[in-house]
């Protein structure tokens, strides 16, 4: 069975500076993927190869068919980082927003009945129905997000793709929206790639993570991100098993091979992550997990008390990934 993408030896330059070099994957249908990696790292340059927004050298299949020849846009949903229609003040209602993630059949190009039914579908399911005849420029940051997303469900498209879709959002919405992410994936089976640094909250739900630097570091499941050597290089070995236990509520999957894997650091990270589920979001210390390059934000990475009364001493973090030897291939999971 075809994956929902496949990538084989993708790169990329922008005039004279290399963004991605010989990038290969393969995302299966029904897959959720964090994708992670610094600021300037080129996610966001792998998201629009995938869509076709850009060109590069390599070869990308969309559920089977070689991009050129892909037709059925239907099937994906995109969320930009930064879209042009919440960037505008032009009076559009949010049930004429999410009416443009249709492609209408008949040849005036008027929305039917049907088509009206869809969006309100779409509308109930991210919780924003009873914004329908709002103005969407007057709507929160939050509010707007729910409606594009909203946008990209009208067509129910069996793979979603999102660029950072929780920057500038406030707590609460990050929950609810990332919540609502998680149950299509797990009740509706739609496949998800991320870019995200909110690493907290969407980590409930990530089944892979997908770690690019101008290349693929890494792209597997949860375990292999705990014991892979090249993130432990990138990020340091005690910011990569915190993250791994802020997606698995406080639980290694490695179990009682825990220690033997981190020399200790995964008993330390775990009594962390408690921690941090455990207490109020404002007495939970938010710094970036490793190095300031990793872009990533780990609740939970600063030490609580009750883990410094541990009998266990946590070893030191590693250098930051600046210092460290770059990975030159892919590892772990690698379909």
């Given amino acids: 069975m075809p994956g929902a993408i496949e990538a084989e030896h993708l790169s990329f330059k922008y005039t004279r500076t290399l963004v991605l070099e010989d990038v290969s994957f393969c995302i299966e249908e029904g897959d959720y993927v964090g994708l992670i990696g610094p600021n300037g790292g080129g996610k966001t340059t792998l998201l629009k190869l995938v869509l076709g927004l850009e060109k590069g050298a ?8 070689l991009l050129a020849d892909f037709k059925e846009w239907q099937k994906i949903g995109y969320l930009a980082q930064k879209s042009p229609v919440s960037q505008t003040r032009f ?27 869809e969006v309100y579908r ?24 729910r409606v594009l997303l909203a946008r990209a469900l009208v067509s129910k498209p069996q793979l979603l793709i999102l660029d950072e879709p929780s920057a500038a959002m406030d707590a609460a919405s990050r929950e609810m929206f990332f919540n609502l992410l998680g149950e299509l994936n797990q009740k509706h089976g739609v496949t998800i790639l991320l870019i995200t640094h909110d690493t907290g909250e ?4 990530i089944s892979k993570f997908m770690y690019i630097d101008k290349e693929l570091v890494f792209f597997g499941d949860k375990q292999a991100f705990c014991q892979s050597k090249k993130v432990a290089e990138k990020l340091g070995p005690f910011a990569q098993h915190t993250i791994d236990h802020l ?5 290694c999957p490695l179990g009682c091979h825990c220690d033997d894997v981190h020399g200790g650091v995964g008993h330390y990270a775990a009594h ?10 404002a007495q939970t ?3 970036s997990a490793g190095n300031t390059g990793a872009g990533f934000s ?18 030191a973090p590693q250098p930051d990934a600046e210092n460290s030897t770059p990975a030159q291939t892919a590892d772990g999971g690698q379909q």
């Avoid at 919780?127 to 929160?140: G, M, P, V």
């Avoid at 969407?202 to 739900?205: C, D, Q, R």
Wanted: glycine residues 10%; hydrophobic residues 35%.
């Fill in 58 to 65: 390599g070869k990308i299949k969309l559920f089977g068919v």
């Fill in 91 to 117: 009076p559009v209602s949010v049930e004429e927003v999410v009416l443009m993630g249709l492609c209408y059949d008949n040849a005036h190009k008027e929305p039917t009945l049907a088509n009206l039914k």
């Fill in 202 to 205: 969407v980590g409930k739900y």
């Fill in 272 to 281: 962390g992550a408690e921690a941090a589920h455990g207490g109020s979001e």
């Fill in 285 to 287: 210390t938010e710094k």
């Fill in 122 to 145: 779409a509308l109930t399911q991210t919780r924003t129905r009873n914004l329908a005849k709002r103005i969407f420029s007057d709507l929160s940051v939050g509010q707007q997000q």
């Fill in 247 to 251: 997606h698995n509520h406080g639980h």
């Fill in 298 to 315: 780990a609740a939970g990475a600063d030490t609580p008390a009750s883990a410094k009364d541990e009998s266990r001493t946590a070893p």
